[in-house]
């Protein structure tokens, strides 16, 4: 059996159903023999490592544990649901402070037990919050942490592709920049629909100004969507992306969509969020982005609302000012591309 690597792929929150799908994609995809799941609900992880087991899996060297040292002790990758879903009636925003403290913790867990870690992908909500809660306790390079924002990105070209009846595939470049919540960016002007720009499409009233920002909604509205329709919050989607874009840190397939990213930079500053990026075993790179005057507001105005929940959580004192994070890792002063 071939893999990508046979270095340890640690895998947080894996007794849950994102964890569990997140482990059974891994093993699935060959990216390494070497998995460790990790939860502190012990019975229910031990349920999820049976289940994969009884796949009968070849090759395999699946381990499992309620300990957070022997999880993360040698852990080269780490991918982290570990944090409290979302439910029905709340945004990604409601989970603040509960879930930054779990970054926190996870953070300085990274340090303690795996500083050497290759990559980690950090995706429990709000995922720019978490991952910048993460970076800065781990004490790692920023080019070492990314958070998934793909999902937005991945339901507008699905929303396209149902408004239009053309196969998903016909949809290409559908991107949405910045936060990962309700003041996402959706951009009009990288997206082909068949190979037409959408932004022509648009101005053709070929897809009518309203439908347009109804459909925006929709995509912006997808994760209580799918809340609505299963009564939880999505998990194949952000399990199968996740995994993805490990496997591109691993050396593997290039990652299609855009991932959160630490940006620190003349236009943005110490702050997570979704960019045109590239992970691969060097880590996560990224370049600016630049829409229409419209989009590059949006994509101001979601900067603006990430920045707030930052100094939320500095205000909750679970990060400290911006001015004192250089003392827990220096790399965040470092301008960032």
Known sequence: MKYL????LLIVGAGGMIGSN???TAIMMHLTPNICLYDPYAKGLEGVAEELLHCGFEGLNLT???DIETAFTGAKYIVSSGGAPRKAGMTREDLLKGNAQIAEDFGKNVRKYCPDVKHIVVIFNPADITGLVTLLYSGV????????AA?????LRSELAKYFSISPDKITNARTYGGHGEQMAVFESTTLVDGKPLKELIESKEIPEKDWEELKIRVIQGGKNIIDLRGRSSFQSPAYLSIE???AAMGGPSFKWPAGVYVNDKKFSHIM???????NKDGVSFRQVDGTPEENAALEKSYQHLCALRDEVISLGIMP????????NPYMDEETR
């Not at 690597?5 to 340890?8: A, G, R, S, Y």
């Not at 999902?151 to 339901?155: E, K, N, P, Y």
């Not at 969020?273 to 992970?279: D, H, L, Q, R, S």
């Not at 000012?321 to 827990?328: A, C, F, G, Q, T």
Request: proline share 5%; net charge negative.
């Open 321 to 328: 000012p911006v001015s004192e994070w250089s003392r827990l």
């Open 141 to 148: 390079k920023p080019s070492c942490v990314t958070t998934l």
């Open 273 to 279: 969020m979704a960019m045109e990026t590239t992970i």
């Open 5 to 8: 690597t046979d270095e340890k």
């Open 245 to 247: 874009m490990i496997a």
């Open 64 to 66: 499992y544990t309620d």
């Open 151 to 155: 999902l937005d990105s991945t339901r």
């Open 22 to 24: 997140m482990a059974q």
